[in-house]
């Protein structure tokens, strides 16, 4: 079993950053790839990001290119997606998965923690 706690979320304006943070435990070997997926109200989850074991391979959906970064630190189990110059349109709660295989489909990810809510707004 892989448990994983994400923090960092809250209330920001247009144009400002934030940085999520996940923190993995237990069985963290069987989840290589992290990812980060988002839900906003009335909408289907939608994958954001996912980082390889290696942090050498990174993918991020069309909408957060150049705007959002995944990164990872194996030492301390944790994944982070620092945000950008964040719109409204990223207002979500943003939900920490893992997996075994690099994919865009929540069903590609086995394991999800609980999630922390974004607000952008003015």
């Known amino acids: 079993q892989v448990q994983l706690v994400e923090s960092g979320g809250g209330l920001v304006q247009p144009g400002a950053s934030l940085r999520l943070s996940c923190a993995a435990s237990?069985?963290?070997?069987?989840?290589?790839?992290l990812g980060w997926f988002r839900q906003g109200s009335g909408k289907e989850r939608e994958f954001v990001a996912s980082?390889?074991?290696?942090?050498?391979?990174?993918y991020y959906v069309d909408s957060v290119k150049g705007r959002f970064t995944i990164s990872r630190d194996n030492a301390k189990s944790t994944v982070y997606l620092q945000m950008s110059s964040l719109k409204p349109e990223d207002t979500a709660v943003y939900y920490c998965?893992?997996?075994?295989?690099?994919?865009?489909?929540?069903?590609?990810?086995?394991?999800w923690g609980q999630g922390t809510q974004v607000i952008v707004s003015s």
């Open positions: 998965a893992g997996g075994y295989r690099t994919g865009g489909r929540p069903s590609d990810y086995d394991y």
């Open positions: 237990g069985r963290t070997s069987s989840t290589p790839v």
């Open positions: 980082i390889n074991w290696s942090g050498t391979s990174t």
